[in-house]
């Protein structure tokens, strides 16, 4: 009894074992039938247009892809790395081995070493590719009982990507995946997307990459002809927009504080020679070799980017506020030596300005007419002549006409020149007369020509400096995609 009660157990694990042999046999037994000494894995099959005599046209490609990750982007050598699953269906009705509702298997599935005809597919602008083998290869072979073929394989691949870096650091790069066939022209192969996802994404990949953020995915046609004849081609646009953010702390940020810091140097005295010179010349070297780092990791091409119309103008700024401290050290020596010169000839007679000629310390005779030539030291006709009391400061005679005065007043006699009288002379008063222009004059009221120089950088190399930004940022900020060729 107890025998038979472990017997029983056996015999149905043989009878199942039996029934999965019979599958598994029988599945052999269709696929031998189908590649066998009737099939020709080097003929293509016929196309399913029955309209057309002879092959029945084309055989028509279903495409779609699995993109499972994108990698790194090269900007030196223009390519980016992609993962994906490539899917491929197209119709052999030569393998077509049951119809709808019988018992037949819906798919059988190849294994290695099993050859059927296939599609010779191939990305154009693919520069390295492999298969992956891990742990068995990535390769799935799929007949159904109606000779629909599904191949599917996963792939890693190294692609061309031209771009275009007019815009750079704020650019956006179109990458293509091209896919057609070497051989076969449009009479014998033509590549349909598939009409529902034809290209699908892994989850979290528009965020995924480091330094780009894929925007969109669309599919488009590019199909080519040849010498050879036209062949049937997809193309699959990846558009990746840079992301700023990080040129924006890495790049943009320090070379502003780097321009910022070079303007300290107007607020030093100009005696401080090794301060001004040492803070100029700083941060110009590492603004060169903050550039130098910038442009190691792009091509040598041969237009202008955004990014050295950034690097030039604060190259510039910082230059020039070096050239500003050699301009301020020039003006202050030079008006050393001249108040030096003019010292030592206070007691000529005359001391010329900008405005008039003064005779110091002079005693004014009577003047019936104009002053002889030796007067006028070669100005133009017709001056005008005031003289100013020294006892009363505030009195002023004019001696063109009628002049009566004692000999024994002190003064000083200005000849004034009749040119400060024509129309530019007159707007200029007018523009000096402006409210911002007065307060503009009295703040920058000073003696020292050198002390003025700084004033005035203070307040023009930073308005050129936001004028700049202003400029730059409303012409790069509004980019537009190429379209891809």
């Given amino acids: 009894m107890n025998r038979r009660f472990y017997l029983l157990p056996l015999l149905f694990i043989l009878l199942w074992a039996g029934e999965g042999e019979g599958d598994a ?9 189908l590649v066998g000494k009737g099939y020709d894995w080097r003929v293509r099959p016929p196309g399913i247009n029955l309209t057309i005599p002879g092959t029945h046209g084309a055989v028509i490609v279903t495409v779609n892809m699995l993109i499972r990750s994108i990698s790194k982007i090269d900007d030196v050598n223009m390519e980016y790395s992609v993962q994906l699953t490539f899917r491929e269906e197209w119709v ?4 077509a081995y049951g119809l709808p509702g019988d018992d037949t298997p819906p798919f059988l599935i190849l294994t290695a070493g099993q050859q059927i005809w296939m599609p010779d597919s191939f990305f ?9 083998d891990i742990d068995k290869p990535n390769v799935l072979i799929r007949i159904h009982r109606d000779g629909l073929i599904l191949y599917s394989v996963r792939i890693s691949m190294v692609l061309s990507c031209p771009m275009h870096l007019q815009y750079y650091p704020m650019d956006v790069q179109t990458c293509l995946i091209d896919l ?35 925007n969109n995915v669309y599919t488009d046609l590019c199909t080519s002809k040849t010498n050879t004849g036209t062949y049937s081609c997809l193309r699959t646009i990846l558009e990746l927009r840079r992301q700023f953010s990080y040129y924006l702390l890495q790049l943009y940020i320090p070379s502003t504080m780097l321009v910022i810091v070079s303007w300290v140097s107007f607020w030093l005295d100009r005696g401080a020679v090794p301060a001004r010179v040492t803070l100029g010349v700083t941060t110009l070297l ?17 237009y202008t980017k955004a990014i050295d119309v950034w690097i030039g103008a604060c190259l510039t700024f910082i230059f020039g506020a070096l050239l500003e401290f050699a301009w301020v050290t020039y003006i202050s020596s030079r008006s050393f030596y001249k108040r030096k010169k003019i010292c030592s000839s206070r007691n000529s007679l005359l001391v010329e ?8 310390n002079t005693v004014v005779a009577n003047f019936t007419e104009q002053p002889t030539d030796e007067v006028e030291m070669g100005l133009t006709d017709a001056p005008d002549v005031w ?5 009363n400061g505030k009195t002023v005679t ?50 020292d020509n050198a002390k003025r120089a700084d004033l005035i950088s203070r307040v023009m190399f930073p308005t050129l400096f936001l004028i700049f930004n202003f400029i730059y940022w409303t012409k790069y900020s509004q980019y537009h995609v190429p379209a891809a060729i």
Avoid: C
């Fill in 387 to 391: 003289v100013r009391h020294q006892n």
């Fill in 25 to 33: 046999s029988s599945d052999t037994e269709i696929i031998k039938k």
């Fill in 286 to 302: 590492t603004m060169t070799t903050q550039a130098s780092g910038i442009n190691a990791k792009l091509p040598p091409v041969s």
């Fill in 180 to 214: 057609a066939s070497y051989a076969y022209t449009t009479n014998d192969i033509e590549y349909q997307w598939k009409k529902d996802k034809p290209v699908q994404l892994k989850n979290g990949l528009h965020s995924s990459l480091p330094s780009f953020q894929l």
């Fill in 124 to 132: 154009q602008n693919e520069k390295q590719a492999h298969k992956h």
């Fill in 353 to 360: 300005t900008r405005q008039a000629l003064i005779i110091p």
């Fill in 92 to 95: 052999d009705g030569r393998l």
């Fill in 398 to 447: 004019e001696v063109n006409g009628l002049l009566n005065h004692t000999n024994d007043g002190s003064g000083e006699l200005i000849i004034i020149d009749s040119k400060h009288k024509n129309r530019r002379y007159v707007l200029w008063n007018n523009f000096k007369n402006l409210r911002l222009v007065r307060w503009a004059r009295r703040r920058l009221d000073v003696d």
